[in-house]
């Protein structure tokens, strides 16, 4: 699809939204000038923000009338590999993990190291837009593991303010590499890691503006992932707040889960008890700043008369368990963990939802779709800009989930740990890999596919249907196994061809 200019005159409906959010609707800028009349794209990634438990929209209430509501809202939108660095390596490539090659956050399969040894640096959304004649820039969290090369900038950014230490989760104490200068913020309150990134943002946005340059901005807070305090003028109101207790929190009984989960339940329990509704009071308290950076954005990209011609994209890299199954974090198969919030906003695109499987690997390509990129062929997922004017015809109805993990602790969630500060428990508790297939019914699960040749896997079962919190695996017995051999039969032939997949054969 090629996206055309449209009128820089915002339009009355949303001047109206944004004068009833934020107070100030700003005065249109004179006509564009002649050049790349592309439009232009900021893609807003929250860290860890579930769309299963967590009331997103309520908690960020602007972000809900600027984009939400003027635009598309996916109520099915999945994270297919659910931990921090492999989802992004995924929303950077457009590919699944499996050809990505990163499938945690560290090791052989993970992190910063694997991804470029990977040679995925040479075909991101960076480097593809960049070369197409886009301006392009990022600020905030990109790949877990950049702390040990903090001098590397990858190739296809024109402005590149990315954390290099894991202070970044704390919000404050970090530093930034800014366009090759080490940059330390301190504790003060103009430091919050949110504010930072707001104000870069808003920065690019008005010189990329100026420059008649069609414009690429990423813009990664790592709110609100823990421990991530809320900004100080927002501490006063931040009251503490018990985390949902949906039907699968605490899981009372996990004997049909993979051993694993069995072995560990008793002390995975002990921490969901001692952190978990701290950890979502501070969550919806740092969602606030985040909520407020996205009417900074829009604030600025209608100041500088870019909002008609920008898309807008809000996403989160995976979701979040809460407590769900006796787990927190994420990396999991289950819903919490792989559902994300979802809503694009932009040129021509009328407000509504949509119940298509939107999966992370299909935000490249959409990019791509607006910018008349042709989409390359190593990509693995499928540009949404059909789905985006109501066209499902031939849509997906499924897509493979992945974690390579190897359950010992080291990788996963460790590699999160703050430098300086005690290991908590919380992250201490990984899980072993596993491969899935996910459809419009059911979930299917082989566990240890690094750690145990394949008669010695362990699988799980879920109707969806009929079990959406998924508290009964359907073949954990011999009698549910015979029960559901025809079913299992043919999502393992699925999974087996999914996990294999690459470019068009994943489409």
């Not at 989760?169 to 103009?190: D, F, I, Q």
């Not at 809503?343 to 298509?356: F, L």
């Not at 508290?471 to 954990?476: A, E, M, P, R, V």
Request: aromatic share 10%; charged share 20%.
């Amino acid at each position: 699809m090629r996206a055309r200019r449209l009128s820089r005159r915002f339009p009355t409906a949303a001047a109206a939204v944004l004068l009833a959010v934020t107070g100030c609707v700003y005065t249109a800028s004179a006509s564009p000038t002649a050049g790349d009349q592309r439009p232009n794209v900021v893609m807003i990634l929250a860290d860890d923000l579930d769309a299963a438990t967590t009331p997103v929209w309520q908690a960020m209430p602007r972000t809900a009338a600027l984009i939400r509501d003027r635009g598309v809202e996916f109520t099915d939108s999945f994270a297919p590999m659910p931990i921090c660095c492999a989802a992004r390596a995924s929303i950077l490539t457009g590919e699944y993990g499996h050809n990505t090659g990163v499938l945690t956050n560290a090791g052989e399969v993970g992190g910063f190291e694997a991804f470029r040894a990977g040679g995925n640096e040479s075909h991101t959304i960076a480097t593809t837009l960049h070369d197409a004649g886009y301006r392009t820039g990022m600020a905030g969290k990109y790949l877990n593991g950049l702390e040990h090369d903090p001098g590397h900038i990858p190739p296809g950014w024109d402005d590149w303010n990315a954390g290099i230490d894991n202070f970044l989760y704390s919000g404050y104490n970090y530093t930034l590499n800014e366009n090759g200068t080490r940059v330390k913020y301190g504790v003060a309150p103009a430091d919050y890691e949110t504010d930072v990134i707001r104000a870069k943002s808003e920065r690019f946005i008005t010189d990329a503006a100026a420059s008649g340059q069609p414009f690429f901005w990423y813009a990664a807070s790592t709110s609100p992932h823990f421990p991530i305090p809320p900004a100080p003028r927002h501490l006063p109101s931040t009251q503490p707040t018990l985390a949902p207790r949906s039907p699968n929190y605490q899981e009372p009984d996990v004997s049909d889960k993979p051993s694993w989960l069995i072995d560990t339940a008793d002390a995975r329990a002990a921490t969901i008890a001692a952190t978990n509704d701290i950890d979502y009071t501070n969550r919806l308290g740092a969602l606030e700043s985040l909520d407020e950076m996205v009417a900074g954005i829009v604030e600025t990209l209608e100041r500088t008369g870019e909002l008609d011609n920008t898309y807008l994209i809000f996403t989160s890299d995976n979701g979040y368990s809460l407590g769900a199954h006796r787990l927190t974090q994420k990396m999991a198969p289950y819903e919490e963990s792989m559902r994300v919030p979802l809503a694009i906003s932009g040129p021509g695109i009328r407000p509504g939802r949509s119940d298509a499987m939107a999966l992370s690997i299909d935000l490249a390509p959409t990019l791509y779709d607006w910018a008349d990129i042709p989409v390359p062929d190593r990509v693995d997922g499928r540009s949404l800009t059909p789905v985006l004017s109501g066209d499902t015809i031939g849509w997906r109805t499924d897509f493979v989930a992945e974690y390579g993990g190897n359950g010992d602790g080291r990788n996963g969630i460790a590699q999160e740990q703050i430098p300086g500060t005690d290991t908590p428990i919380i992250y201490a508790l990984d899980m072993p890999s596993w491969s899935a297939v996910r459809d419009r019914r059911y979930l299917y699960v082989r566990w240890y596919e690094r750690e145990r040749p394949l008669d010695q896997r362990e699988y799980e079962l879920y109707d969806l249907w009929a079990d959406p919190y998924q508290l009964t695996n359907l073949i954990k017995t011999p009698q549910g196994r015979a029960a559901h051999t025809d079913i299992v039969t043919d999502l393992d032939h699925r999974l087996g061809e999914l996990t294999t997949c690459a470019g068009r054969s994943c489409r």
